[in-house]
């Protein structure tokens, strides 16, 4: 079985650009999950998608980030605009169940 | 409400040690429990899970069982090698929601 994949593995922007990363969950999964992980921190809640419904977006910073999961697979992650401190890695996860996750390798994001 | 505690890190082993890493839990009901490693530049892998008590989760050489009389779920594995270096994340789940701490870093020595 396929894991999740998630594309571009790293990015490089300047601040105030838009930046957008894609995940791939795995085939069947219907829980998709959008984590931020600082360095030397665990992975941070961003958005929680039941198909393509957004169930737990409250702590996406909807002033700059937005997320599609429009048919209920592939999902997009976007920043407009970008700034310093969104450097950090973002994972994509999925999951059949709701509670075990299956985590992507992550896109490792810099803002300069 | 539910929480979960986990040794903080780092921790530093030879090659061959002994490995304990501890994690409590207080919970109301009976959440499943899990273990996940993060190696250097990847994402988070599910190590090992039980999902009642006194399950035994197993996995690489790795154990957990969770422990109800002493709201345990303690990571261990007989002889830690090189390639076990990593972050090792007891999350605390329920109502599909799943919140990690820092994890647990893990360093072995040649």
């Known amino acids: 079985e396929a894991g999740v994949v998630q594309s571009p593995r790293y990015k490089i922007i300047e601040k105030k650009q838009p930046v957008a990363f894609w995940c791939n969950p795995i085939?069947?999964?219907?829980?998709l999950y959008w984590y931020l992980q600082n360095l030397g921190q665990g992975p941070e809640l961003l958005i929680r998608?039941?198909?393509?419904?957004?169930?737990?977006d409250s702590q996406l910073p909807k002033d700059r980030f937005s997320a599609e999961r429009l048919k209920g697979v592939d999902s997009t992650l976007k920043i407009q605009p970008a700034e310093l401190g969104d450097s950090a890695v973002y994972l994509c996860?999925?999951?059949?169940?709701?509670?075990?996750?299956?985590f992507g390798p992550g896109t490792r994001l810099t803002v300069t | 409400g539910d929480s979960v505690t986990q040794m903080e890190g780092p921790v530093t082993l030879s090659e061959e040690a002994f490995l304990t890493i501890n994690c409590t839990y207080t919970?109301?009901?009976?959440?499943?429990l899990f273990w996940y490693v993060q190696y250097p530049g990847e994402g988070l892998q599910l190590l090992l899970k039980?999902?009642?008590?006194?399950d035994k989760g197993s996995n690489k050489g790795f154990e957990a069982t969770y422990r109800k009389e002493t709201t345990s779920f303690h990571l261990e594995k007989g002889s830690v090698q090189v390639s076990d270096s990593a972050v090792y994340f007891c999350?605390?789940?329920?109502?599909?929601?799943?919140?990690f701490g820092a994890g647990t870093r893990l360093f072995v020595k040649a």
């Open positions: 996860a999925s999951s059949r169940d709701g509670v075990e996750q299956y």
């Open positions: 998608y039941e198909n393509e419904e957004a169930v737990d």
């Open positions: 085939s069947g999964h219907n829980t």
């Open positions: 919970a109301t009901g009976y959440p499943s």
């Open positions: 999350p605390k789940t329920g109502g599909f929601k799943t919140i």
């Open positions: 039980a999902t009642k008590a006194d």
